[in-house]
């Protein structure tokens, strides 16, 4: 074997512990999910509450902003009434870190429908219209304020309720927006999210008193470092090949 000099011996140490933290790394995306299971005001007809929660949005870190996924498992079905829809006009309300207040720009993405599913009405979705201001929006009480209102449109055939699912890319004119700057409380101090229901009651108002926080695997940067992790397995073996 050829003598190697302190200058190889320590570029392939170098490569070695790039190698050894890319193949460990685990990279991971955050999400934020808020479950809408808590009637504020109004009454679901027929409502036991036990189809809660009737709305949830999750909020996932994605390269380039934040990915808002909304989903109604709870309206329509089991109770909750009949037809439940989020509202036109006053229809789902967040909130946002103060930094990013009327600098987001919301993108549809996606959308499904389970259209194998008598209750569903309607094969489409008709995407929100989106307003934003600072604590701009009322909720179900007074002292309830929001910074962003999502309007959906008020038809059977293509309004959001049971059944489906709208997906949004949200970005943002100020860098280095997170999900968790969504994690926010309203004026009150009291609710993360809050939605107007449409048909099953008017009036009818509901809330995310919490929400949770998880992981999941960033498969880009993953990737990323396993690359690099091959390629310094790869000067190893040229470097000791040559030796």
């Known amino acids: 074997m050829k003598n190697m000099s302190l200058k ?6 170098g490569w070695a512990a790039v190698a050894a933290t890319a193949v460990n790394f685990s990279a991971a995306a955050n999400v934020i999910t808020m479950d ?10 027929n409502g036991d509450g036990s189809s809660a ?3 949830v949005a999750t909020f996932t870190d994605v390269a380039g902003g934040v990915q ?8 329509g079905f089991a109770g909750s009434g009949d037809y439940e829809h989020i509202n036109q006009g006053t229809g789902l309300l967040l909130d946002v870190a103060n930094s990013y207040v009327g600098a987001l720009t919301f993108t549809e993405t996606a959308w499904t429908v389970d259209t194998s599913n008598p209750k569903v009405l309607g094969s489409t979705i008709t995407p929100a219209t989106i307003t934003q201001g600072a604590n701009a929006y009322t909720g179900a009480a007074s002292g309830q304020k929001f910074d962003i209102n999502m309007s959906f449109a008020e038809n059977d055939q293509t309004e959001l309720g049971y059944g489906k699912t709208i997906t949004y890319l949200i970005t943002s004119t100020v860098g280095g927006l997170a999900a968790a700057d969504f994690a926010q409380l309203d004026a009150s101090g009291n609710y993360y999210a809050e939605a107007s229901i ?7 108002y509901i809330g995310a008193t919490g ?5 999941v695997p960033d498969p880009v940067s993953t990737v990323t470092f396993l690359g690099l992790a091959l390629c310094g397995v790869g000067v190893l073996s040229r470097k000791f090949g040559r030796a």
């Open 198 to 204: 449409d048909d099953a009651n008017k009036g009818l």
């Open 8 to 13: 190889n011996i320590s570029g392939l140490a």
């Open 68 to 75: 808002l996924e909304i989903t109604c498992p709870g309206l």
């Open 211 to 215: 929400y949770s926080n998880n992981t």
């Open 53 to 55: 929660p009737y709305v």
């Open 36 to 45: 809408l299971g808590s009637v504020l005001a109004g009454s679901f007809v």
